[in-house]
């Protein structure tokens, strides 16, 4: 997998951890009229001074990602702009030209990246739909969900974790 894939897919794993625990409706402050905003975003990322603090120490590299998003109305365009534009920095490109273009065209095409992706996306479903912890855990429906936040290391920890007990496709019985 080439460097370009590899932070793509970490900073897309850090973005959805932003979202995952920091993501708050939108009028929880009490200034929301009930209508939505012209993004028809009904959430905004506001991340605890804490966390901040934690994650500008811990992931200096994709810090950047944090601040383009915290206090912002969470949708996906949003997000999809502040990482290409992380992304493109960290490369040397500018997204939207011909060199960003052609590395993302080559990343749909890229069977071990879209493989990776999926178990992501799977992973952080199961854990949204309560079906497993953070541990890799199968749950059972009356399992109350785990409410712990956690660093953005110990959500990657995990995640590792879980797909390295993953088989590959082709192999299952």
Do not use: C
Request: proline residues 5%; aromatic residues 10%.
């Amino acid at each position: 997998m080439t460097d370009f894939a590899a932070d793509f897919l970490e900073a897309m794993r850090y973005e959805h951890w932003l979202r995952f625990y920091f993501a708050e409706d939108a009028g929880s402050d009490g200034t929301d009229d009930g209508s939505e905003d012209e993004g028809g975003e009904d959430a905004v990322l506001a991340v605890p001074a804490g966390m901040r603090d934690l994650s500008r120490k811990e992931e200096p590299r994709l810090f950047p990602i944090l601040e383009g998003l915290d206090g912002m109305a969470v949708s996906m365009e949003t997000a999809r702009d502040v990482i290409f534009a992380w992304l493109g920095r960290a490369h040397g490109m500018e997204p939207g030209g011909d060199e960003f273009e052609a590395a993302m065209a080559a990343l749909a095409g890229d069977a071990a990246f879209m493989r990776r992706l999926d178990l992501f996306h799977g992973w952080v479903q199961n854990l949204a739909d309560g079906t497993i912890d953070l541990e890799g855990n199968a749950l059972p429906p009356s399992v109350a969900p785990d409410e712990r936040v956690v660093s953005f290391g110990e959500w990657e920890k995990s995640f590792r974790f879980w797909e390295s007990m993953q088989k590959p496709l082709g192999t299952m019985a």
